[in-house]
């Protein structure tokens, strides 16, 4: 009964919390200031006069005026895409922050991704392997043939376990346990 | 005879005797002479008394401000106050593998001196690897890289060090950081050692588990004080960069945390050793190839102070390094058989497993954006950026999920867990979750991104906050009071509550970065004096700037007065200092004052005489809790890691013949459930806590699973309700 009840409470949080995330995304995407908006573009094109430092956070006067031109071009209609693309055919891929999705730098997106794939593919593969290994060992026969044990000597293991966890904590002390 | 005479000569007797140890430890094993065993430990402590000796001839050279010392001349002057005089020992190249070179010694006989607590078969070969080390840094100590050249014409004065390092973030960053990625040798150490000697028993697990743990919790502070650092210093209103150098001090950090975890498995299961292995030596490799990547000059970022071909001999030591394990590795190989027995996916090793996978494949994503620059340099010729954005969208992902796991892991038991257990475990957490994700969009936070990741972090706070309550209660159902009851957990059980602070540090320095990534507020402003700027509920008003002038440095600060909810809260003056020498490098006095938890953070971008400022002005909330979460971390490193008493075995002689009640309470039908149905209610709730330390009860019947009390102590959380299926 319990049970069922914490399955539904379990299903209901998991409800609550699917519908708040595609209300927050669907329904009412987030209305950006045109400052936000700014330092969003600014933030992925890099300051080329100072050493790892992004436009958004550079004080650099390059970097104020390239703001300038960011918040004009936005404030023209231009989309963000659009902007950025403004500076890449000015200046080339080096004032990206982050590589392009084209060409040989796509390379940068896609090998962390395929090695993650890889790595859960292996995973998947060795874990497999290690069911089966484990399904035909012997140990696990054994495992449940040792339901059949010498009553006598379970409860001279209870015993040892339970003095070895009253030595290790005084809270698993009981009386009738102690050995003599 | 000057200072640096003793140092040259001090070095080259460590280093004579670095590889007299090598020789002497390498004879004593294979030999089987335990006096050469012992000499090589003496000699192990001789190293560290003569490279002590150079250190202490490098500093005194500094203080007595010897300017024939080349290094000395170029890394201070007159005027810098001692501690900054006595700190550029390691502002330099040559002088920080000094450093290096030191604190490896300074480890290793440490480790000499507890070697009683390793195992005996293991300590030559731990010895005769770590002075291999140091037979390196002192080859290159010696040769290319020496603090110790004299020039053949004194300077009058120094040049002075870098105005970026005279920052008291300069007195303790840099030396955790490099003391951080020396301590990765001792934990490699172990690794070659056991390779080569075949013996990777839990003794020698144990051994290794403390060192590693020592080491991360010194390249936890190091990366913490290095972002620390870089936020009251650069001026750009953060803390970390995704820059070469801070990803480089990150990788080892990565696998480290990946193995302490991936270690409990072969610990409890026995299975993963060849796997741990590696994690043990990739995490001295990219510690190596840090220093490299630094040293070298080969990616350009803001950290490094010091270039030089040094790069070459740390690339050379790097492939000397790998081949050498992989050698080892596969003349190990065929030993290392794993004791592979896996149940299910959904169990204690299943998430171990997945956090690895998380932990590598954040270390792999980070390693290539790093290398990528060079391979597009190489292939294309053409000059690329890797930045924030890049690591933020590979790397961020792969965090958030790691921290789900980190909440859902340690709710699982070892071997399997029933859907029904894991339901009932997770219901807090999830509930924990969902306000999260509920109340988030009523303050008025719509950021989709922002909600997912606030509510996966509340879930793994929740989860780890029950799991603790959970312990509480039952000790206090014994009789406990409950904050001595939390107390007893800490202490008795201390892998399991440490690992707990730790991830729960995490999670706070997760919220803090969360927080100041998606809702830093930045504003700039020229001001005069009178004039004010408004910024997310702060106002300042400028009123001019002071100069001040000393005989080596000129401070320009701003004047500011800061209100909030209509109150005047206080005056800052964010500035700059113009080091006479360094003119053209103004390092800057950031203003943060922190109210609540959000910082309010005033750079000074740019002046104008005495009454024009340009202000640049960052509102950074949650800032306050990565500076938390990191010494929260820190000190569950320190708790795991503390050293517990050797516990008393206490040998239980039963005759068979007895029969006592308390075996009645038991139930003997419940031996068929398998997992903890041996002992009775009360024993088994509290083992669901206890696990981690408790493996260490009976270390004779390790792996021995069909022996009854071993299915005791692999208890679960949730098996006084598993008992029947």
Known sequence: MRNRHSLLIFLAVAAIISSIWFYTFLISPPKQTLDQRVHDVASQLKCLVCQGESVADSPATLSQQMRGVIRQQLQSGKSEQEVIQYFVSRYGDRILLSPPWQGLTLLAWLVPIALMLGGVLLLFLVLRSWQSQSDKSPLDADRTESVDIDQNELAYYQKQVAQELAAEDSIFSRPGSEVD | ?725
């Open chain 2, 1 to 725: 005879m000057y200072f640096s005479d003793i140092g040259i000569i001090s070095l080259i007797l460590a280093l004579g005797f670095a590889v007299f140890t090598m020789v002497v430890a390498t004879l004593g094993a294979t030999r089987e002479l335990p006096q050469l065993v012992a000499s090589a430990k003496r000699s192990v402590l001789t190293v560290a008394f003569f490279l002590i000796l150079a250190s202490a001839a490098l500093i005194a050279s500094f203080l007595t401000h010897d300017f024939g010392v080349s290094y000395v001349a170029q890394h201070s002057n007159l005027a810098m106050p001692w501690y900054y005089t006595a700190s550029a020992f390691y502002g330099g190249q040559e002088g920080s593998l000094l450093y290096w070179a030191l604190m490896l010694s300074i480890f290793s006989a440490i480790f000499v001196f507890t070697a009683k607590r390793a195992p005996t078969v293991l300590v030559p070969y731990v010895m005769a690897t770590l002075m291999g080390i140091e037979t390196f840094l002192l080859i290159v100590l010696t040769t290319v890289s020496n603090p110790f050249v004299r020039l053949p014409v004194p300077l009058a004065d120094g040049v002075g060090l870098n105005p970026l390092l005279m920052d008291p973030g300069m007195l303790i960053h840099p030396p955790m950081l490099l003391m951080g990625y020396m301590s990765f040798s001792v934990p490699f150490a172990f690794a070659v050692a056991a390779m080569i000697t075949g013996k990777l028993d839990s003794e020698w697990l144990r051994s290794i588990r403390g060192w590693m743990l020592a080491a991360w919790s010194i390249q936890t502070l190091g990366l913490v004080l290095g972002a620390w650092w870089a936020y009251h210093v650069l001026g750009w209103g953060g803390y970390w960069g995704w820059d070469p150098v801070e990803n480089a001090a990150l990788l080892p950090w990565l696998t480290a945390t990946a193995f302490l975890h991936s270690s409990m498995v072969q610990e409890r299961r026995g299975m993963l050793k060849v796997w741990n292995l590696s994690l043990v030596i990739a995490s001295f490799a990219l510690s190596i190839f840090g220093t490299f990547e630094v040293r070298s000059g080969i990616i350009n970022s803001v950290h490094s102070f010091a270039y030089s071909a040094i790069g070459a001999y740390f690339l050379a030591f790097l492939v000397i390094v790998i081949v050498f394990s992989i050698g080892l590795f596969i003349f190990r190989l065929p030993k290392l058989q794993p004791e592979q027995e896996f149940d299910s996916v959904i169990s204690r090793e299943g998430s171990f497993l997945l956090n690895n996978l998380l932990l590598v494949g954040a270390m792999f994503a980070t390693l290539w954006g790093t290398l990528f620059p060079l391979i597009s340099n190489a292939v294309r010729h053409e000059t690329l950026t890797v930045g924030p954005p890049f690591y933020n969208q590979v790397d961020g992902p792969i965090f958030i999920v790691l921290i789900l796991a980190m909440g859902i892991g340690p709710l699982l038991a070892w071997r399997h867990t029933s859907t029904r257990a894991l339901r009932r475990n997770l219901g807090i957490p999830a509930l924990a979750a969902a306000i999260c994700a509920a109340v988030l969009p009523l303050l008025g936070i719509r950021d989709i991104w922002a909600n997912i990741a606030f509510a996966v972090c509340s879930f793994s706070a929740g989860a780890i906050l029950y799991e603790m309550w959970r312990g509480v209660r039952v000790r206090h159902r014994h009789g406990e009071p409950y904050l001595f009851a939390l107390y007893m957990l800490f202490e008795r059980y201390r892998q399991r509550y440490g690992g707990y602070l730790v991830h729960l540090g995490l999670v706070m320095l997760a919220v803090g970065i969360i927080g100041s990534h998606f809702f830093q507020v930045q504003q700039d402003a020229v001001l005069k004096p009178g004039q004010k700027m408004d910024v997310a509920g702060y106002k300042l008003v400028y009123f001019g700037n002071i100069d001040r002038t000393y005989p080596d440095v000129e401070i320009l600060t701003a004047q500011l007065q800061v209100w909030h909810d209509g109150q005047l809260q206080q005056y800052i003056y964010p500035g700059r200092q113009l080091y006479a020498r360094f003119a053209n490098q103004p390092t800057s006095l950031i203003s943060i004052t922190t109210y609540g938890l959000t910082d309010l953070y005033v750079f000074l971008a740019n002046w104008n005489g005495l009454s024009e400022a340009t202000i640049r002005v960052f509102v950074n909330p949650l800032v306050p809790l990565v500076w938390l979460g990191g010494i929260v971390m820190l000190l569950g490193g320190i708790i795991c890691w503390w050293p517990q008493r050797r516990k008393r075995l206490v040998s239980v002689i039963v005759p068979h013949t007895e029969k006592e009640p308390a075996s009645e309470r038991v139930g003997a039908g419940a031996v068929s459930g398998g997992e903890g149905a041996l002992a009775p209610p009360s024993v088994e709730s509290i083992i669901g806590h206890s696990d981690g330390s408790k493996a260490e009860v009976a270390p004779g019947r390790e792996g021995t699973l069909a022996s009854p009390p071993v299915g005791v102590l692999s208890g679960v959380p949730e098996n006084d309700e598993e008992a029947t299926t």
